[in-house]
């Protein structure tokens, strides 16, 4: 059994709120429980990174913002010049 993360281009909906959970309570537990030192802080850092990505996450799907989508493939295709084009433009 294979567990989906990704679905239509952007995080499911459980990993967006997993991750500004245990974002969010991992800078609870670091500023209340860690001492105030380096390793403390890195904690802090972390959590805060981890809820920023549920919570853009959550923001790409509201918009419906795929980042996670391959359509840039087709983008840089559509960017590509044709042979027969560049002999023109010369």
Same mark, same amino acid.
Not at 27 to 46: N, S
């Given at each position: 059994?294979? +567990?989906? @993360? +990704?679905? !239509? ?5 459980? @990993?967006? =709120?997993?991750?500004? @959970? +245990?974002?969010?309570? =991992?800078? %609870? ?34 918009? /419906? +913002? /795929?980042?996670? !989508? /391959?359509? %840039? /493939? &087709?983008?840089? &295709?559509? %960017?590509? @010049? ?9």
């Amino acid at each position: 059994m294979k +567990i989906q @993360v +990704i679905e !239509d281009g952007n995080f499911k909906r459980w @990993v967006r =709120t997993s991750l500004l @959970v +245990i974002g969010l309570l =991992t800078m %609870y537990l670091a500023y209340k429980f860690v001492p105030p030192a380096p390793f403390g802080g890195f904690l802090l850092l972390l959590g805060f990174v981890i809820a920023a990505m549920g919570g853009y996450a959550s923001r790409a799907h509201l918009l /419906k +913002i /795929k980042p996670f !989508d /391959k359509s %840039y /493939k &087709k983008a840089r &295709k559509s %960017y590509e @010049v044709r042979d027969d084009e560049q002999d023109k433009s010369s």
